[in-house]
């Protein structure tokens, strides 16, 4: 796999995917996509809706009982 060059498209910074990259990512041209930093790099998946609707519920439990969950962890 090559590394892609960085170029600009309007006021925004592009980086070309490799098919080979969109396939194992399960997502394609013109898809929504969601990115994520991980330890092992940025990765692309599809944007769920729903997901990101439990996750959300998932932050504010975690905020609202963080005192909780701390002693849960020890």
Do not use: W
């Not at 692309?44 to 905020?63: G, H, L, N, S």
């Amino acid at each position: 796999m090559s590394a892609p060059k960085i170029t600009s498209v309007d006021h925004s910074a592009r980086a070309p995917s490799p098919r080979e990259r969109l396939t194992k990512s399960r997502v394609d041209r013109g898809d929504a996509s969601q990115v994520n930093q991980t330890e092992n790099g940025i990765q692309a998946t599809p944007y769920d809706p729903e997901f990101e609707a439990q996750m959300a519920v998932a932050e504010d439990i975690m905020c609202e009982n963080r005192d909780l969950l701390r002693k849960l962890a020890k």
